[in-house]
């Protein structure tokens, strides 16, 4: 049968690799830049000196190969091409800064030219490109110093070329982060270039057309991953910044997208400055989350109500963010997770309860897995997620999320003694009959957290699914999982004879999980998945089991400081490195 996604992914890789060529024809020369070029990106010092020692770690996986070239390595997949092809390792070099550095990085770039510079490679996307050329002329100064005049003949060149193709196909991204960064790369060779201010001027304008479609009204993206909008934030202030350096306005809806974004980062950011975990997204390198907030200018603080589909709760040093939304559909759910009334914890620098992550940089029983609703802290009914998988496209192999939650009504509101979170879902409405409902209560001074969880049939129709369910089982009751997934630094033990669950933290915290005695607790093993580790880590999660027999199941429980925890706990603990 005749595959339209197949065609056009095939189509657009032929224009792509044509117009590269046709682009790399040119013989018109740039000479220079209009202004030096101020870096802006952020580098990791410790991924760096492992460049520079021959560790290659890329999408996650490490090839050891300290007498290879970039180029002369074979890339595992896809998405290890292309984070070579994209330069972001540049931010990791300039950061060490050191003799070494600068050797390895000229010698990277020029190789590229030389194997890649006419227009073959992976490398020749539009995102890719953007994201080349912004880390290019970025570090400009440090990959220029000491050059002969022919490199840097070379150099600019190949600028200048690659300005010329992502003229042309910057159309081509997908919308959302691969047509921002795209933008943004053609607005910053377009200012930065000598002769090629004339193309920065439709780039400007489409990049505030983006803004506009893009950015929703809660200053979030349609595939609601945290880090994916704090990396289009990123961009936006680089571009603004660029336009401001040279004396050009930021067209409105560019500067509205970033006083949207903004306050929703700031929601999303757990205490310790991180990240919240959903849909695909990661806590962000260290420090990436502040520099954007602060070079951004903006001051709004958090809003009230939802943000990017998000709850947050937070009081003392304790920081909750909840996914209290349905999930992004259709082609936004690309990476969406089935994680609907999931919470994340943080006291302090310590992360608590977590979600497990995306496992995509450890394959593809690893990413099915990170996305599934078992892999988050929140109920899971009969070992079913709330939202389904679907089948992969045979081209593509693409999973989207189909018959998630279509109702999630919430309600925040000021408890007795601090905040309270409400909501439900109806993900598993059709399946069994039941509502998911949850309610969230942390105390004004972030010491402790209420919680309870509640499966109910109210409407006759699913009183009859239900009842369906339960005769299907031979009316033993419907199981449910109320899972914590802790994180890896976490040390857990059961107490009380199996009545509670204690958690020390490298803070020296002490936190204490209890329930009702209604149900079973246990202490199972976990995944922790990071794609800047090798391997997931092992973690463990409270598993709060039970069977539902009635329309109406009720469970609570609680997380609260153990007494003797101090109030203000003064943390010194170290993190780990990096690569371990």
């Given at each position: 049968m005749f595959n339209i996604t197949r065609l056009k992914a095939r189509q657009a890789r032929f224009l792509n690799l044509w117009h590269a060529r046709s682009a790399t024809r040119r013989t018109r020369e740039v000479k220079g830049f209009v202004s030096s070029p101020e870096p802006r990106t952020i580098g990791s010092f410790a991924r760096g000196r492992q460049l520079t020692g021959g560790n290659y770690l890329f999408a996650g996986t490490l090839i050891h190969a300290p007498d290879m070239t970039l180029w002369e390595l074979t890339a595992p997949d896809g998405n290890y091409a292309a984070d070579l092809h994209g330069f972001a390792w540049l931010d990791d070099l300039a950061a060490v800064g050191d003799a070494r550095a600068r050797d390895t990085a000229q010698r990277w770039l020029w190789d590229w030219i030389s194997v890649y510079g006419k227009g073959k490679g992976p490398g020749w996307s539009p995102d890719l490109t953007g994201r080349r050329l912004i880390r290019w002329i970025n570090h400009a100064l440090f990959l220029l110093r000491g050059q002969e005049p022919q490199e840097s003949h070379a150099f600019y060149r190949s600028l200048e070329q690659q300005t010329e193709f992502l003229s042309r196909r910057w159309k081509a991204a997908a919308?959302?982060?691969?047509?921002?960064?795209?933008?943004?790369?053609?607005?910053?060779?377009?200012?930065?270039?000598?002769?090629?201010?004339?193309?920065?001027?439709?780039?400007?304008?489409?990049?505030?057309?983006?803004?506009?479609?893009?950015?929703?009204?809660?200053?979030?993206?349609?595939?609601?991953?945290?880090?994916?909008?704090?990396?289009?934030?990123?961009?936006?202030?680089?571009?603004?910044?660029?336009?401001?350096?040279?004396?050009r306005r930021v067209p409105s809806d560019h500067v509205a997208a970033i006083e949207r974004i903004a306050p929703t980062l700031r929601s999303l950011r757990h205490s310790d400055g991180g990240l919240a975990r959903f849909h695909g997204g990661g806590r962000g390198?260290?420090?990436?989350?502040?520099?954007?907030?602060?070079?951004?200018?903006?001051?709004?603080?958090?809003?009230?109500?939802?943000?990017?589909?998000?709850?947050?709760?937070?009081?003392?040093?304790?920081?909750?963010?909840?996914?209290?939304?349905?999930?992004?559909?259709?082609?936004?759910?690309?990476?969406?997770?089935?994680?609907?009334?999931?919470?994340?914890?943080?006291?302090?620098?310590r992360p608590l309860?977590?979600?497990?992550?995306?496992?995509?940089?450890?394959?593809?029983?690893?990413?099915?897995?990170?996305?599934?609703?078992?892999?988050?802290?929140?109920?899971?009914?009969?070992?079913?997620?709330?939202?389904?998988?679907?089948?992969?496209?045979?081209?593509?192999?693409?999973?989207?999320?189909?018959?998630?939650?279509?109702?999630?009504?919430?309600?925040?509101?000021?408890?007795?003694?601090?905040?309270?979170?409400?909501?439900?879902?109806?993900?598993?409405v059709r399946s069994h009959g039941l509502t998911h409902a949850r309610t969230l209560e942390l105390t004004q001074d972030g010491r402790g957290l209420a919680g309870e969880d509640m499966l109910l049939a109210m409407?006759?129709?699913?009183?009859?699914?239900?009842?369906?369910?339960?005769?299907?089982?031979?009316?033993?009751?419907?199981?449910?999982?109320?899972?914590?997934?802790?994180?890896?630094?976490?040390?857990?033990?059961?107490?009380?004879?199996?009545?509670?669950?204690?958690?020390?933290?490298?803070?020296?915290?002490?936190?204490?999980?209890?329930?009702?005695?209604?149900?079973n607790l246990t202490l199972e093993a976990g995944a922790y998945l990071e794609t800047t580790r090798l391997k997931p880590r092992a973690a463990t999660q409270i598993v709060l089991s039970g069977m539902a027999f009635t329309y109406a199941t009720r469970v609570r429980w609680s997380l609260s400081k153990a007494q003797e925890t101090a109030i203000g706990v003064r943390d010194l603990s170290m993190d780990e490195p990096y690569f371990e």
């Open positions: 919308p959302g982060l691969p047509r921002f960064e795209a933008l943004t790369g053609l607005i910053y060779a377009g200012l930065a270039l000598e002769g090629q201010e004339a193309l920065a001027d439709p780039a400007i304008k489409a990049l505030a057309r983006e803004c506009a479609v893009q950015i929703d009204a809660q200053g979030g993206l349609p595939t609601r991953n945290p880090e994916e909008l704090l990396a289009v934030f990123t961009l936006l202030t680089w571009a603004a910044a660029a336009l401001t350096d040279v004396g390198i260290e420090g990436w989350l502040d520099h954007a907030l602060a070079a951004s200018g903006v001051k709004a603080a958090q809003p009230d109500g939802l943000s990017m589909g998000f709850a947050r709760l937070s009081a003392g040093r304790t920081s909750i963010v909840i996914d209290a939304s349905a999930p992004p559909s259709g082609a936004a759910s690309a990476n969406a997770h089935a994680s609907t009334l999931a919470f994340e914890l943080t006291s302090g620098r309860i977590v979600s497990c992550g995306s496992g995509a940089s450890f394959g593809i029983d690893w990413r099915r897995a990170g996305r599934a609703t078992p892999s988050h802290s929140v109920l899971c009914l009969g070992g079913f997620s709330s939202a389904r998988l679907s089948e992969p496209d045979k081209f593509t192999g693409i999973e989207t999320l189909i018959d998630g939650p279509s109702h999630v009504p919430i309600e925040m509101s000021q408890a007795p003694d601090g905040v309270r979170f409400q909501g439900g879902h109806n993900g598993y409407e006759d129709i699913e009183k009859k699914r239900f009842d369906a369910a339960l005769d299907a089982g031979s009316l033993k009751g419907l199981k449910f999982d109320i899972r914590f997934h802790l994180h890896p630094d976490v040390d857990a033990t059961v107490d009380l004879g199996g009545a509670a669950v204690s958690m020390a933290l490298k803070s020296g915290e002490i936190w204490v999980f209890r329930h009702d005695g209604m149900h």
